[in-house]
Every structure is written in C-alpha cells, then in structure tokens.
C-alpha cells in the first residue's frame, strides 16, 4: 500500500519536474556513444517512422545518446528543420514511455528550438504548421506525464515569446487550456482535494490537513479556475473549459458556480468529455444535497461508458440515498463487475490532452508522407 | 408519520415478513426502528439486559423499546480487502485463507460475500450462504481509491429479519479516489450494517494518521476500529470481531414524539452501570 502521488491512474512519474528528473539521472562522465542520432534520424526521414520506438528500448538507450547533454543537443540539432522538429516530437513521445525523466528536459530544448527558426511567423505556413504541431504535441506528452508546473511555465515561455494576437498561426486552440490543465494537475499534487471537509472536521483530528496546505491548495485551484475560465473564452475548447472549471468550482465548494459552468458546457460531440461532464455534475448535485439529480447524471455517465466504475459507484451512492433499494442492489453488483478492461475516462482525466497525443503524432506521420 | 423508512429503520410492512418467529411485527402505520447494540464492561460482553435496562432517545426524544434480543439473527458479512500496492502472492494467500476461516465459522443461515479494491473494487465472492470457495489475484490497475471503495461497501439494503456487518481491511490510505470524505461520510450515516475496520500495524510506513478515516465510519455505525498486524492471525482476529458482533444485542422500538423524515440521532445508554455501548449514531428517516 504505498502511496502513489495522487494523480491520474496510467502515469507512473508524476512528479517529475523538468530540473529535479534532470538531476537525479543526469550521467556521471557517460562515454561518447557509439551510435548517434543520425542513422535514427536518416530512418526517420526515409519514412520509418517507428525507428525510434523499435531503437530507443529502454532509458538506456536515451542515455547512450546523451540526451541531457543539452550544448552536445543543440549542437546536433544546428538551424531549425521541421524534420528534426517532428523528430524531437518522436524522441519526447518515445521518452514518455519508456525513460519518463527525459521528457521535461527534451520538451525544454525542443522548445527553444522551435523559437530559433529564422524566419517570422506568418513568413511560411508549413513552418508555422510545424511548430504550432509541436506545441502541441509537447504540451500534450507533458500533460499526459502529469507535468503540470513544466505545462504552466510552458505556456508562460510560449506567450511571452510568441504573444497573441500576432502570433496566432502557431497557437492552437487546445494551447488556451493547457495552462489550466497543468495547474490542475499542480494542485492535485499538493492535495487530493482542496475542498473543504467542514463536516467531517470533528473527525479529522491530528489527520486533519494543515491549513497552510489546505490555503495552499485552495490557492492553487482557484488559479485553475481562473486558467480555466480565461480558457472558455476560446470556442474550440469552451466545453471542456467551462467542464474543468465546473470541476475546480466545486472543488472550491463553489457548489452553485460548479453547476452553472457545467450547465454551460453541453452539447460536446466529446464523449469522454461529455462523460466526465455527468461525473461533475452528478457530484456537484451530490454536494447540493439534490440527490435525484445527480442520480440522472450518473445514469447519463453510464449510458456514455458503461464499464466506467466510477460513474457507476456515484449512481449507486444516489440511488442508496434516494431509498430506492431494488435499483440501487443492481447498482452495486454492476459497480463491482464491470469488466477489467472497461474504460473508465475519469482514470485519465488529469492526464488532458494527453488522450489525443497518439492520434496527433499518427497525422503528423501521415503528412510526413 | 408517513412512508418513515429508513436505514436501521425497518417499515411495518418489511417487518412483517421477518422469518424468525422471535422477529417482533409492528402494525401498520407505526414506524419500527431496529439498532444493533454492543455493551462491553472492559473486554467483557455483558450479557442478560433486558428493555428496562436501556435508554434510547431518538433525536432527544426517549423511546419504548418493544424488544430486546440477543443478536441470534442470520447475519450478512461482507468483508472488505484492500489489495493495492506492494501485496505479495504470499499476503494475497493470507487473505484467502482469512476470508475462508470466516466462512467456516459462519452458521448455514448467514451469507458472506468478499470485495477486493486497489484502483478498482472487484467482488471476489458475491452474496451467498457457506460454504464458498475463494481465489484472490492481483488486480492489474494500480493506485489506491479507499474512499471510491469503502464508500459502495456502505450501500446496503436494511433487512429486518437479517444483521449486517461489514469489516474493512486497509491502511486508509488513498491517492487514486473521485469521491472523498465528505461521500463516504455520507454513505456511512445511510448504511445498515456495522462496520468493523482492520488497521495494519507493523508497516513500513505509518499509516495511524490515516486512522481516523475508518475511526469515523465504524464510530457512525456503531462498529469499531482495530490495530492489528496483519499476519496468519488474520483469520482470528475476524472471527473474534463476528463472536463480539453476535454478543451484541437488538433493539426495537416503534418510532415515537419525532416524526420527522432526515437524519435522526440516537443515543443508547444503560443508566445503572457505566458500560461501554457501541450504537450507530443515528439513521436517516424515509
């Protein structure tokens, strides 16, 4: 039962901030190696495009190419190239599976390559096309590796190098939200839950979170509602703004605010968006004592995924509270047997757009072509 | 009062289709309420109290007591595992061989049934009279959701003619739950069973600031939490807390002077002697 950082369920390193993980693997005097990027590199250009998974094994095999060795990088990297762009992109995925310490570094660097390219944005639309891909795909491994505070400064770097609106060509959309997500995922790793437990104060005893924590944490969400909110303002990813910030609302106790940002945030053609929706609302219909609506948004979660445990317990718990013993007797035994296997989206949620990562990395492979 | 049911409360119409001959009935139109209470003098269970013997006062309100009984009903046991973390093969067969003993010490009348959880709650052993088989494995999703777990182990359905008892088994520990506190809480007032909670002792990591988690739900429900290791006494240790549930005693009394729905405080003393009574705090009125 050791405790794992309380952060989504499919990251191993969560708390891997680019100069700590740096430090702590950095290579005491490592030999010259033997085999550079080159030849990898050579591979991928020729349109092998999984060269780099089927090379780069293990966290070895990244630190026999010195990755960290960030002068011995740049030097290797030269003038920009969208090719050795989207290679980094493939070298920080693949890092992000198998040698997770590498990603904050390699995402750093690739980032400051990106802003060495000569010409202005606006000059050439492939290249804008290439770098806006790789803030992207960047800012997605590091949500996906739960690298919150790397995110937030991320995007502090980004908006002071390339403000808006001038530079909007290499801004996606999804970039607005990124800055919320990796503030979510900052406060997540300061405490599971900034809300306050009033109720249960009595019982809390020694147990109790200090309140310099507690302020801490309550300080850091209301920063991500704040993120979150100044998200919306972007139609591409207004639903998932006014979701998240719904969710950090009512982390807040912000009960009545949680369910009007909610309320605004319907309509996704989104899923696992949609689902996490109905979870928010079913638990801010929980917390306003309003037992037969989050019954129905925990139905609506189910409906959605129905091997989600989660949205399964919270539609139990309703309905055990509604008295409705037969329906809530089914609800359990389904809660408890959902198969293995089953997606549950609330398991990735603070993982962001690290859900769309695969699926970006396939199109950037696909216009490599 | 009208459609008063509730958890620990048991409507005129579901009691009276208790099984047991001994099972009180109430009339229609009174509303019956059933606690299950401990009285221990030190670690001695006492036994011989009759209905003169206790005070109940429901939101303040004193009450009649139409029975007391010793608990001799069937009971349900449902136990609860947490499997997360570093659990090795040789602690997974300690548990097996703890859920067994608990089945083997049950009556043919009682049912068991075992949950497991690490990220997620599986059913090891659904529902059913002994004997049972078990065959614990490893879940494949890491991570800790104590309160998601615990939280659906307190969905229960009161049953007048049956007792309840739940015991969990874990550190408390939690980094992986969607629900928190304030649900399990919640979820802990509206339960009908008495939940015992089992805190390893012994771990590398100290886990006692965790306690007080569990310390709430059984304090709730008018169960208890233990310290234990958790070693290959595991077994004794479960069935000792099944002989103390069954010393306890069941009270019954048609609801009096307190009509109304919502959550309903109980207090249950014996005047003439200072015992320890464990009793749930209270129940939620339909």
Known sequence: MTLRPPAGRSASVAACLGAICLLSIAPAAAPVPQQGLDPILSAYTTGDH???????????????????????????????????????????????????????????????????????????????????????????????????????????????????????????????????????????MIHATARVDRLLSEFEGKAATPPAVRQMAIECMEKALRFLEGAAAREEVREEARTRAGFA???????????????????????????WRALFLGRVSDALGADADAERAYQD??????DAQTARIGHALALFRLHRDDDADEAVLAARRVRAEGVDPWETYFEGDGRFVDGWLAAMRKARK | MRGLCAVGL?????????????????????????????????????????????????????QTLSSVRPNTLPIDVRLL??????????????????????????????????????????????????????????????????????????????????????????????????????????????????????????????????????????????????????DGRMGDLLIRMLAEFRQGYVLNYALAGTPDPGWHKLTVTVPRAKYTIRAREGYFAR
């Not at chain 1, 990755?67 to 969208?82: C, I, K, P, V, Y």
């Not at chain 1, 290439?130 to 919150?148: C, F, N, P, S």
């Not at chain 1, 609302?249 to 949609?274: P, V």
């Not at chain 2, 208790?18 to 209470?37: I, K, L, M, W, Y």
């Open chain 2, 81 to 230: 595992f947490d499997t997360s973390g570093s659990i090795s093969q040789e602690d997974l067969e300690r548990y097996r061989r703890a859920m067994a003993r608990v089945a083997e010490a049950l009556r043919p009348v009682d049912r068991v049934e075992i949950l497991t959880f690490s990220g997620r709650i599986s059913e090891v052993v659904p529902l059913q009279h002994p004997p049972i088989t078990v065959i614990t494995r490893r879940q494949d999703r890491d991570g800790t959701s104590f309160f998601d777990a615990v939280s659906l182990a307190m969905v229960t359905r009161p049953m007048p003619e049956r007792r309840q008892i739940t015991i969990v088994l874990t550190d408390a520990q939690d980094n992986d739950s969607f629900f928190d506190k304030d649900t399990l809480y919640a979820s802990a007032r509206h339960t009908s069973a008495v939940v015992y909670g089992v805190l390893p002792t012994g771990l590398a990591d100290d886990v006692s600031r965790f306690a007080t988690r569990l310390e709430m739900v059984a304090r709730v429900t008018g169960g208890r939490l233990v310290r234990s290791k958790w």
């Open chain 1, 301 to 306: 979660a189910v409906r959605l995924f129905p």
């Open chain 2, 10 to 62: 048991v409507c005129a119409a579901l009691a009276a289709q208790a099984q047991e001959p001994q099972q009180p009935t109430f009339r229609s139109g009174s509303d019956a309420v059933t606690v299950d209470v401990s009285v221990f003098d030190g670690q001695r269970a006492i036994p011989g109290l009759t209905a003169a013997d206790f005070d109940v006062r429901d939101n303040g309100v004193r």
């Open chain 1, 249 to 275: 609302a009512f982390q807040l106790g912000k009960n009545n605010e949680a369910r009007a940002a909610l309320a605004g945030a319907s309509g996704s053609a989104d899923r696992t968006l949609s689902y």
């Open chain 1, 50 to 188: 999984d060269v780099v998974a089927r090379t780069l094994l293990t966290s070895h095999d990244f630190r026999k190419l010195r990755l960290l060795d960030g002068r011995r990088l740049e030097r290797w990297l030269g003038a920009w190239s969208s090719v050795k762009t989207d290679f980094l992109l493939e070298l920080v995925d693949q890092a992000s599976v198998v040698a997770p310490a590498y990603v904050g570094p390699l995402v750093t660097k690739g980032q400051a390559y990106v802003f060495s390219r000569g010409a202005a944005v606006g000059a050439s639309a492939q290249d804008d096309a290439a770098e806006r891909r790789w803030h992207l795909i960047a800012a997605g491994v590091l949500q996906h590796r739960l690298m919150g505070a790397q995110i937030v400064g991320y995007i502090d770097v980004l908006e002071t190098r390339r403000p808006l609106p001038a530079h909007t060509a290499v801004w996606d959309p999804r970039l607005a939200l990124a800055r919320g997500i990796g503030q979510e995922q900052v406060c997540r």
